[in-house]
């Protein structure tokens, strides 16, 4: 069983920044793939970033490249997701996944987090 637990949200000024922060545990996490899903309201939700613990295959979606980086502290099972540039349309609840596929499809996460609400006010 793998539990993940989503940090750092809150309000934010459009071309600002935030830091999120999940803290995985659970028997065997470091086997797993590590993400970032994000669900607007009224849209289904989407993946937004995903690589291994040790920072290889990293993909990004379109929407984020350049501006979102995903990191990883294997001593302390954590993932951060830091934000910049903020965008009015990146507001959502972002949740942490991990998978033992790296197909990044809603489908295939085997463990979400419970998310954390970004707003970004324009």
């Known amino acids: 069983q793998v539990q993940l637990v989503e940090s750092g949200g809150g309000l934010v000024q459009a071309g600002g920044s935030l830091r999120l922060s999940c803290a995985a545990s659970?028997?065997?996490?470091?086997?797993?793939?590590m993400g970032w899903f994000r669900q607007a309201p009224g849209k289904e939700r989407e993946f937004v970033v995903g690589?291994?613990?040790?920072?290889?295959?990293?993909v990004y979606a379109d929407s984020v490249k350049g501006r979102f980086t995903i990191s990883t502290d294997n001593a302390k099972s954590t993932v951060w997701l830091q934000m910049n540039s903020l965008k009015p349309e990146d507001t959502a609840v972002y949740y942490c996944?991990?998978?033992?596929?790296?197909?990044?499809?809603?489908?295939?996460?085997?463990?979400w987090g419970q998310g954390t609400q970004v707003t970004v006010s324009s």
């Open positions: 996944a991990a998978t033992r596929r790296g197909t990044w499809s809603l489908e295939d996460v085997d463990y």
């Open positions: 659970g028997r065997l996490i470091s086997t797993y793939l």
């Open positions: 690589g291994s613990w040790r920072g290889g295959s990293t």
